[in-house]
């Protein structure tokens, strides 16, 4: 079982390799806003433990244990903003509330969400009858 | 801001009280499957920073504070569970998340997820047409 700091650290780096193609100290250490020397101490440990290897011109590549993980998170951490934002939370609670609770979502959990996410996105009515509820006090 | 450690206190405190009247270091102890010293200590420490009053005879006694807090996590805990139980998961599954999940739910989600769980409850129709999508492959 990894910690949610290294789950987050895994999302963020699958996130830059999948957006910019690479991932470098700088970026994560911005993205995470945390300093580069914490972040370079970070993936020493990461590569000594196996979830990427660091190297010195290529910057961060990811294993396939780390990709796993990294692609695991990015899923919940989009299911659970879909779903939310369906009903027009304000995306900075999205975030701060997925950022939490992504960490926490096993497989069964996630594939409610998922069904939920797909129901609300593809079901007006329902959403519409939901959310005159939701602003009614 | 408070520690999901001092969220699963309180809210464990808030569970015994409501159920048996009283909360008693072996029960917390016990319930959070830690020792009676650890306990004994974070009471001190709950009790310091005015989340509970420690009566020697009357045991752990939650100040104003402290029972918001616990009661915020109980509900939290109760609309998460009602939502996965409508979908069948199994108990074990649903405590582990539900128990992470908890500390990271904001007003707003947690009206969505209440807003969810009473559609569930009481639209069979739709809670039917999902379980039949969640068990294809
Ligand atoms: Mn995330
Ligand atoms: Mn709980």
Redesign the interface.
Known sequence: VHSPAIEDYLEQIHNLIEGKGYARVVDIAQNLSISQASVTNMIQKLDAEGYLVYERYRGVVLTDEGRKIGQEIARRHEVLTR??AT?G??AE??H??V???E????R??L??LT??M??LEGNPE?LK??KR??SRP
């Open positions: 779903l939310l009903f939370l304000d609670t999205v701060h509330d950022e939490g609770m960490h926490h979502i096993s069964q959990t594939d409610v069904l939920l797909e129901e329902l009858k939901l509820k939701m």
